[in-house]
């Protein structure tokens, strides 16, 4: 019966040596240790054996279907990181190549927002991000909007079936960011913003918006309208008249809304500006208390002025662009011309 084993061990590992392919194995594995096996034979023939018997060769039987079935699992496996290495030869890729160069192009809003991104820095502002979906919180009442109040007619919302809704706009980082710093701060916030609006050539249901907070002691309208003069000419390239107007916004007291002279024709008047030579950009003012004290903030020693505006009704007056909707229309003659 030794002989036999040790026989059926040889051949084994001549037919497991000489496979390839994976199928082979496994007809190998069947070969002697299927139904009809060469060692299910042996087995088979135990029946007859001495109890003593049965058990010497039990043990040897045993060992001998435990090294096929090792034998048979390493193979595989074998055969499996020869297949790897094959392909990751096939599919090597040189990653110090030069790249192509690039296919395509700046999203003019893109653009804009990384101008304003490095003109504010260039002035000490701090970039913060914040979630587009929101908490009611962050976007109303820590602003001094509660529930029944009728700014929120203004700001149709995307309310989400979690209860949470998709920021109306970026003035909610504006409590995110006073929760986290101390005073004296400044900071801006970039980003998306949505509402539940119907579309015409300036309203989109989701554009940009920009949000500024500055706090610290002896903040005044003075150096609100500094600030915004100054980003505005340099966006423009040019010295670019403001004024402010008296506004409405829960979260500032004095608000306003800044306008600037129409760059399309110089003040004269036109289509763009509906005649006005004005074109009204965002709203702003000094902080509200209530608001200064929802981020934890000593009113008593600290104030503040905030802005926020869209980004979309800029790069429309800086490029010419007469249809808010172009922007996320997808269209490649649009996008290509920038
Ligand atoms: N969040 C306002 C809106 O989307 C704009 C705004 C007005 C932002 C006044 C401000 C502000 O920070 O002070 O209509």
Not at 88 to 96: A, Q, R, Y
Not at 295 to 300: A, E, K, L, R, V
Request: glycine share 8%; charged share 30%.
């Amino acid at each position: 019966m030794k002989e036999k084993l040790e026989q059926l061990k040889k051949e084994f590992d001549k037919a497991i040596g000489n496979s390839v392919k994976k199928e082979d194995i496994e007809q190998i594995r069947v070969a002697f240790l299927g139904k009809k096996g060469a060692l299910t034979s042996i087995m088979k023939e135990m029946r007859d054996f001495s109890l003593e018997k049965k058990k010497e060769v039990g043990q040897m039987v045993n060992a001998m279907k435990s090294y096929i079935e090792e034998s048979v699992f390493e193979y595989h496996k074998n055969i499996d990181e020869k297949e790897i290495a094959t392909r990751l030869n096939k599919e090597w890729v040189d990653i110090s190549w030069p790249a192509y160069p690039a296919q395509g192009t700046v999203h003019p809003v893109s653009t804009v927002r990384k101008e304003l991104e490095d003109l504010f820095t260039s002035m000490g502002f701090e970039i913060l991000d914040g979630p587009e979906m929101e908490n009611e919180y962050n976007n109303f009442m820590a602003l001094n909007i509660p529930e029944d109040h009728p700014a929120r007619d203004t700001q149709d919302t995307f309310w989400l079936k979690n209860g949470m809704l998709l920021r109306t706009h970026t003035s909610p980082v504006q409590i995110r960011g006073m929760e986290k710093r101390k005073p004296p701060f400044k900071f801006i916030a970039p980003g998306k913003t949505y509402r539940n609006e119907a579309t015409d050539a300036s309203h989109e249901h989701t554009f940009h918006q920009i949000e500024g907070m500055v706090v610290d002691r002896d903040i005044s309208v003075a150096n609100l309208i500094y600030t915004l003069k100054a980003i505005i000419s340099n966006i423009f390239g040019r010295e670019v008249e403001v004024r402010l107007r008296p506004s409405y916004f829960p979260f500032v007291e004095p608000g306003f809304e800044l306008d600037f002279r129409c760059q399309i024709c110089s003040g004269k008047g036109c289509s763009v500006c509906k005649q006005s030579g004005w074109i009204e950009y965002l709203g702003c003012g000094m902080i509200h208390p209530n608001v200064l004290k929802n981020g934890g903030i000593d009113t008593d020693e600290f104030q503040g002025f905030a802005f926020g505006g869209g980004i979309e009704r800029l790069v429309m007056m800086k490029y010419g662009i007469d249809d808010i909707r172009h922007f996320h229309s997808g269209d490649l003659r649009f996008l290509k011309q920038f």
